[in-house]
Each structure stands twice: as C-alpha cells, then as structure tokens.
C-alpha cells in the first residue's frame, strides 16, 4: 500500500495473508481501491464485509506464471456470480482455450498474465480476447 500511495495509484491489491482490507484502507485512504484475493465463498463474503473494493476469484485453473496448491475452479466462480455484487475478476490460468467457460459462469471480468507473457503477436492475442469478452 505504501508504494500504491507514493506512486498515486488508483488502488491496491492484497492477499489473504497480507494487509486486511481495514488496515489497507488506513495506509491509502478513501479514495483509493482495494482489491482482495479470494479463494472460497467464505472469503468472498469476508471481503464485501470487510469493505473491498473489488475480488478476485481463483485460482479457476492451473497457471504458468504461479504455482497453486489448490483450485476453486469454476464453481467457486459461479457461486460468485450468483451472490457477490462487487466487481469480481477470475483470476489462474485463464486463457483464450477457457474463456468461454469462465464466462458462462457470470463472471464478466478476467486477469490474464500468462496468456499474454506467453504471445508471441500481442497486439492480436489482446484483439482476440477483447473480442471475446466484449461477444459474450
């Protein structure tokens, strides 16, 4: 949060096992967002609760660019879907090959690393995704 703070940006993310929501907010104010990393149903409540800004939901598939022990998959998703009303992005080995079943879920936002440190066009990997996002 501090660098969040000295860099001025629009918001901060945080773990489960970093800064809590309430102790984020202390160090970068109001105006800022606070994202939360959530693994359960239980966490995603605790988050809305606790006064983030946005979730983020998964890991919903095994990723290149992290190691996970578990994965929530796409249930956990769609139990988002259905009772969280905060912003919610899927986050864990999303790629152009599992989209489609990500956003069946409900969820309408997504973080991609590995699908695009791994490109070897860019700018036509990010044309193709846009547009699958926007299609669905």
């Known amino acids: 949060p501090d660098l969040a703070v000295l860099s001025r940006a629009d918001g901060v993310h945080v773990g489960q ?3 809590s929501v309430k102790d984020a907010r ?5 105006r800022m967002l606070i994202g939360v990393s959530t693994h359960s149903i239980e966490q995603a409540r605790a988050a809305v609760i606790a006064g983030a800004s946005y979730i983020g939901c998964g890991p919903t598939f095994p990723s290149t660019t992290k190691a996970f022990g578990a994965f929530p998959g796409l249930d956990y998703l769609c139990q988002v879907a259905a009772e969280i009303r905060l912003p919610a992005f899927a986050i864990g080995g999303i790629t152009d090959e599992n989209l489609s079943a990500v956003l ?3 969820i309408r936002r997504v973080a991609l690393r ?3 440190l ?3 066009d860019l700018r036509q990997n990010v044309s193709r995704l846009r547009e699958m996002l926007v299609s669905e």
Do not use: F, P, R, Y
């Open 114 to 116: 590995g699908q695009l």
């Open 26 to 30: 202390a160090i970068v104010g109001t």
């Open 118 to 120: 791994n490109s070897t």
């Open 17 to 19: 096992d970093e800064l």
């Open 104 to 106: 069946a879920t409900g």
